[in-house]
């Protein structure tokens, strides 16, 4: 229950920042560790692109405050790559966040990117053409 509820707050707050994103399409992604993990991340975007879920829990040092700092990377690039929007509310939060900590148990041997990309589709909507 408590990594739900995490994973709920986390996506809320990764949801503004990736609405703000993806206002502007022409910025770069910028990735904010969680407060919890102070050491510099050791992967690189196409490791966690095509790892598995158990690859990437390895890749954090199997911490949850990592981890998330790699499903909010790939949340964002998921978003980008679809021109979606994500709400900005702790609903949405929680159903993205239930969605992936599911399919992550469910399977260990499925890419994360799969999963992540799956949630964002399902909450996301289209950004707004200019």
Same mark, same amino acid.
């Given at each position: 229950?408590?990594?739900?509820?995490?994973?709920?707050?986390?996506?809320?707050?990764?949801?503004?920042?990736? @609405?703000?994103?993806a206002?502007?399409?022409?910025?770069?992604?910028?990735?904010?560790?969680?407060?919890?993990?102070?050491?510099?991340?050791?992967?690189?975007?196409?490791q966690?692109? @095509?790892?598995?879920?158990?690859?990437?829990?390895?890749?954090?040092?199997?911490?949850?405050?990592?981890f998330?700092?790699?499903?909010?990377?790939?949340?964002?690039?998921?978003?980008?790559?679809?021109?979606? @929007?994500?709400?900005?509310? $702790?609903?949405?939060?929680?159903?993205t966040?239930?969605?992936?900590?599911?399919?992550?148990?469910?399977?260990?041997?499925?890419?994360?990117?799969?999963?992540?990309? $799956?949630?964002?589709?399902?909450?996301?909507?289209?950004?707004? @053409?200019?």
């Amino acid at each position: 229950m408590r990594m739900m509820n995490r994973f709920a707050i986390c996506f809320a707050l990764a949801a503004a920042t990736l @609405t703000a994103i993806a206002q502007q399409p022409a910025s770069p992604v910028t990735v904010t560790p969680s407060a919890d993990s102070a050491a510099p991340h050791n992967w690189t975007v196409q490791q966690i692109l @095509t790892c598995t879920v158990s690859d990437c829990w390895q890749l954090a040092g199997k911490n949850e405050a990592t981890f998330f700092d790699i499903i909010q990377q790939l949340s964002e690039i998921s978003a980008q790559q679809r021109g979606l @929007t994500l709400p900005d509310s $702790a609903e949405a939060g929680k159903r993205t966040g239930e969605y992936i900590k599911a399919k992550a148990h469910t399977d260990h041997g499925q890419l994360l990117y799969a999963i992540v990309d $799956a949630a964002i589709r399902k909450v996301g909507t289209k950004a707004p @053409t200019n």
